[in-house]
């Protein structure tokens, strides 16, 4: 399929130039034609008074997370957890993942968001629901060690590459969902590790969130939660590691020297309570950071516009100083440096020859005016709503802000329906 996109203002490298087009063979992007001949496209997309930007990239989800939304706020994250959601978690099911994905993808594909990167479990049907919303998306069976389940989540996790991995026309690629170092003792780490690296699959973990993790990681190993998986070998593999709140200077050099990525997640770390991550200093010592919502329970929105303006906000505060992130920063980190934490070295520019994975923001809104710099008013000024056409892949999936591909009249309802089976066990 070829699609032009006329007369748009292109994003790229932080700068917007006006009156440009771009054309999109396949799934991706072709060119950008000063002379376009209409009749060779399949597709017009009048671009007026639109901004074109990268797709948005969600470094960490818990997508089905959002039948948690509202469900349980104002905690701390191992309160939240192990009393609320965890026994509520207890009783999801296929079904119930389906609908609670297929409600993320509606809001992050209406948002701007086209990739995202979820560990979580029945991820089959995350999976299937992904495919059908023709988002992209990594993969992970989120993996415990301590409990029953932890040969079953890492033979369900291999399960899941080998059905996903490459699939939906190379949107799918399938990591290792090992949860945190408090769920996962060393020797189940390297259990993990060592199926990662028989099956070439990348690590998706949470890592040092709060100031509590690290001191009973420091009471029980003697280390801390980034130098105990380092000594576990967990870094050979490539690793995207969430949060890295509360990280050392020597965690900061491991994590450069092993390539380590870290998904910032300011919103949920504000909100659970768990601080502000170093971010401008892992980013001067070379560390890719992209940004992520985590979960709806902890967000509670999965907007990345949000996200990029808080990253751009909190880290000014927190270290007294007004270029400590950019809002060109923030936009690449939510694009080009995401795509990076989830493996991909052609994705998140709009560049010729890149993955087309692209977003038009309508630029009307009063919010919008004047416009001195579209840079800044995306990151300071605009919001989710503003998003008026996704295209992923080279597939549109969203047009002047209808959904194409989710049925959002049945998912009203399957998401009722699915609700209220969840929720059962409250009644007993
Ligand atoms: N323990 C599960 C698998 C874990 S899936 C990923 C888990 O991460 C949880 N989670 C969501 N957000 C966070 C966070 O910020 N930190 C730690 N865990 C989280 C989420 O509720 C879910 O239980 C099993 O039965 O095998
Ligand atoms: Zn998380």
Not at 195 to 218: F, Q, R, W
Not at 296 to 309: H, I
Not at 390 to 406: D, F
Request: aromatic share 8%.
């Amino acid at each position: 399929m070829k699609i032009l996109i006329k007369n748009i203002g292109l994003m790229q490298d932080g700068k917007v130039t006006e009156h440009k087009n771009i054309a999109v063979e396949d799934k991706y992007i072709k060119e950008f034609p000063e002379n376009p001949k209409e009749e060779e496209y399949d597709e017009i997309i009048e671009g007026h008074d639109m901004l074109a930007m990268p797709g948005l990239v969600n470094t960490h989800t818990h997508v089905a997370m959002t039948l948690f939304r509202s469900y349980a706020d104002d905690m701390a994250l191992m309160d939240w957890l192990q009393n609320k959601i965890w026994p509520a978690e207890d009783h999801l099911d296929d079904d119930i993942v389906y609908w609670g994905s297929t409600l993320a993808f509606a809001e992050m594909i209406r948002g701007g968001t086209t990739s995202f990167c979820d560990m979580y479990m029945f991820m089959d049907a995350c999976a299937r629901a992904a495919d059908k919303a023709g988002i992209r998306g990594n993969l992970a069976r989120g993996l415990a060690g301590i409990g029953p389940n932890g040969q079953k989540g890492i033979d369900e996790n291999v399960e899941l590459y080998k059905n996903w991995n490459g699939a939906g026309d190379g949107r799918f690629k399938v990591m290792m969902g090992p949860h945190a170092p408090y769920t996962c003792p060393p020797d189940y780490i390297r259990k993990v590790r060592d199926v990662a690296e028989k099956y070439d699959m990348p690590i998706h973990i949470h890592l040092s969130e709060t100031k509590g993790e690290v001191e009973n990681c420091e009471k029980e190993y003697h280390m801390t939660p980034i130098a105990l998986m380092d000594s576990l070998g967990l870094f050979e593999r490539p690793t995207l590691a969430a949060h890295c709140v509360h990280v050392t200077d020597d965690d900061i050099r491991i994590m450069k020297e092993k390539h380590v990525c870290a998904a910032h997640n300011p919103a949920s770390n504000l909100k659970l309570a768990s601080g502000i991550a170093p971010v401008p200093k892992m980013r001067k010592a070379g560390i890719t950071v992209g940004i992520g919502t985590d979960g709806a329970s902890s967000n509670n929105k999965l907007d990345m516009f949000a996200e990029m303006r808080l990253t751009a906000l909190i880290h000014k505060a927190a270290n007294y100083d007004p270029f400590a992130i950019t809002a060109k920063e923030a936009v690449d980190m939510a694009t080009k440096d995401g795509a990076k934490c989830l493996g991909y070295d052609n994705l998140g520019e709009l560049k010729e020859g890149f993955l087309a994975d692209i977003i038009l923001v309508d630029r009307t809104g009063f919010h919008w005016k004047p416009r001195f710099d579209s840079v800044s008013l995306a990151v300071y000024a605009g919001n989710s709503m503003d998003v008026d056409t996704v295209i992923i892949n080279g597939r549109p999936v969203m047009e002047h802000k209808e959904l194409l591909t989710i049925d959002t009249e049945k998912m009203d309802a399957e998401v009722k329906r699915v609700t209220e089976k969840l929720y059962a066990f409250t009644k007993k």
